[in-house]
């Protein structure tokens, strides 16, 4: 069965810190891979996407991520955190690019100063 | 930047009412989805539609659910007779391909009384 696993509920990073927010899948076939942002009263943005190719993918707002096959993570990382990145970001996987993805349960980010 | 809107942003009914969820997807996109989260929860695929049908849908959209598109720009969602259950965030999403990656909405929180 597809499921994905976001282990860490909450995150508390200082101000200029790195970061890395874990997600481990469970899927049948090459999947489909994002994470999304979503700040407060805010819809679900993509911040970066794997198909295929490159496994090191970069996204918006500095972010990057890295596929790997073996362990099936697809960790989402940030070299220096900036307090406006304080949100809940959700890792996804799916098939195809839109239809019928699978979400984790989201990692909350606090960002201290 | 082009983006999905909903409409309302939160609303309340009550349970057994009928309740209409609007969304206008990106205009170029020929995709649509609704996802749902309940407080807690992960998000959820409900359903997808493309060429004016509904081309995959999960166990969630059961018989209370529809989906249509009665114009050139809006795309709604439809919960026949509202039960507790119901209340969560519900996205609209779109896409250009399926391939492709979606487009959320900002969400409409429904709250079922």
């Known amino acids: 069965a597809q499921s994905v696993t976001q282990p860490d509920i909450h995150i508390t990073v200082s101000e200029g810190a790195s970061l890395e927010l874990r997600c481990n899948y469970s899927?049948?076939?090459?999947?489909?891979l994002f994470w999304y942002v979503q700040s407060p009263g805010q819809g679900l943005q993509l911040l970066l996407k794997?198909?295929?190719?490159?496994?090191l993918v970069q996204g918006i707002k500095g972010f990057e991520a890295e596929f790997k096959r073996s362990q099936s993570s697809f960790n989402l990382r940030k070299p220096s955190v900036h307090w406006s990145d304080a949100a809940e970001y959700f890792c996804a996987v799916g098939q195809t690019g839109a239809n019928n993805l699978f979400f984790g349960t989201g990692t909350r980010l606090t960002v201290i100063p | 930047e082009p983006e999905v809107t909903q409409t309302p942003s939160h609303q309340v009914t009550q349970m057994g009412q009928e309740v209409i969820l609007r969304c206008v997807p990106i205009s170029n996109h020929l995709y649509f989805y609704w996802y749902r989260q309940i407080l807690g929860q992960k998000v959820e695929f409900l359903v997808s539609f493309y060429n004016n049908e509904i081309s995959e849908k999960s166990e969630i959209f059961d018989d209370q659910f529809s989906v249509e598109r009665p114009d050139g720009s809006n795309f709604t969602l439809k919960i026949r007779s509202t039960k507790l259950e119901d209340s969560a965030m519900y996205f609209c999403?779109?896409?250009?391909?399926?391939?492709?990656?979606?487009?959320f909405g900002q969400g409409t929180r429904l709250t079922v009384v």
């Open positions: 999403a779109s896409s250009n391909d399926r391939d492709t990656e979606a487009f």
């Open positions: 794997y198909f295929s190719g490159d496994t």
């Open positions: 899927y049948g076939a090459t999947p489909y």
